[in-house]
């Protein structure tokens, strides 16, 4: 299986950070999960991240240093997961794509079901958070 090259931004607002839910009819369904997606082929991984919160949120984003990396195989595609840490440079978000957004506290991660990809990223969120 070939692995897809994925992208994410940690965005905190003081001591919460923004979680989106996946629209319904897509896979991993209302699953909660960080912005981003797919890097596009001649894009960095710097770009396509700026690309897609401009697209699902409609921010801009400035991208700092890579908070984790994730490889997370589900039953239809491989994903190495790249979450950056980031801050909204410009903008609020929007309701672009997703379902619903909610900027959560690291003791609130257990009270959303997330897609398993980002399940040890948020175990490290939790553990730096205390």
């Avoid at 994410?8 to 981003?36: D, H, M, S, T």
């Amino acid at each position: 299986m070939k692995i897809v090259e994925v992208v994410a931004a940690l965005l905190w607002n003081r001591e919460k950070f923004l979680i989106c839910q996946r629209p319904p009819g897509k896979a991993r369904a209302l699953l909660w999960e960080f912005v981003g997606g797919k890097v596009e082929p001649g894009e960095t991984k710097g770009e396509a991240l700026i690309r897609e919160c401009r697209e699902e949120l409609g921010i801009e984003v400035s991208v700092g240093g890579v908070f984790a990396e994730v490889v997370h195989e589900y039953p239809d595609i491989c994903v190495h997961l790249t979450l950056f840490n980031c801050q909204i440079a410009s903008g609020v978000p929007q309701l672009l794509e997703h379902n619903d957004m909610k900027w959560i506290l690291p003791s609130q991660i257990p009270d959303y079901p997330f897609c398993p990809a980002d399940r040890s990223i948020l175990a490290k969120i939790s553990a730096e958070a205390h």
